[in-house]
């Protein structure tokens, strides 16, 4: 004999009715994290292109809401350290810090991919980077935005790559204070040999 289980309908409708609110509720949390993100890369952007900017200026909005997350997204920035705050008399000023700058670089890199010449100008732009291990975190930071332009790391601190991303290492060099701990070359003349291998690595 099959046996039925009794299910009462008004519980079931709580728990559509749950899972639907639980659904809701996680979107909004999703939609809320990727306007933080937004609002970082804004300030991001917006401190790069000056020395330093108060926050009432970096707010806008006359919205409260848009107000708070910009606030909160400045905090939560300058908790992580890309954000330095500095205090006058009368109000409160943000900038950019080094690792800032860095993330800063970063996002640049992540948007420009569509900017990279599909024809190839004949250069390859080459990097020498040194760095102590007591500035192991930048030297670490380096590396990864050299992969991210599409540098491969040739041997020990040497890095290559066809693509026009010079000036970019040229204003981190000088963000960062560097000199002869990284070194930018461009070049057409390279043995033939070598171009073989550079050519296989980068499908040229």
């Not at 943000?94 to 100008?121: F, H, S, Y």
């Not at 040739?154 to 693509?163: E, G, R, V």
Request: contains cysteine; proline residues 3%; hydrophobic residues 35%.
């Amino acid at each position: 004999m099959i046996g039925y289980e009794y299910v009462n309908p008004h519980t079931y409708f709580i728990d559509i009715e749950q899972c639907a609110l639980w659904r809701v509720k996680k979107i909004s949390v999703r939609v809320k994290q990727i306007m933080k993100k937004d609002y970082s890369k804004k300030i991001l952007r917006i401190l790069g292109k000056k020395s330093a900017v108060s926050l009432e200026k970096l707010k806008e909005s006359n919205d409260p809401k848009t107000s708070y997350a910009l606030t909160r997204s400045v905090k939560n920035l300058a908790e992580s350290g890309y954000v330095e705050m500095l205090h006058s008399a009368q109000q409160e000023f943000a900038r950019l810090t080094k690792k800032g700058k860095t993330r800063l670089d970063t996002l640049c890199l992540e948007g420009q991919e569509a900017l990279v010449p599909q024809t190839w100008d004949g250069y390859w732009r080459i990097i020498l980077l040194d760095l102590p291990e007591e500035r192991k975190n930048e030297r670490e930071s380096l590396r990864y935005l050299l992969k991210k332009a599409g540098f491969v790391c040739l041997k020990n601190s040497a890095w290559i790559s066809p693509f026009p991303y010079e000036h970019l290492f040229t204003n981190i060099k000088k963000d960062l204070g560097l000199t002869t701990e990284l070194m930018i070359i461009v070049t057409d003349l390279i043995d033939e040999e070598s171009k073989k291998v550079l050519f296989e690595t980068f499908g040229k």
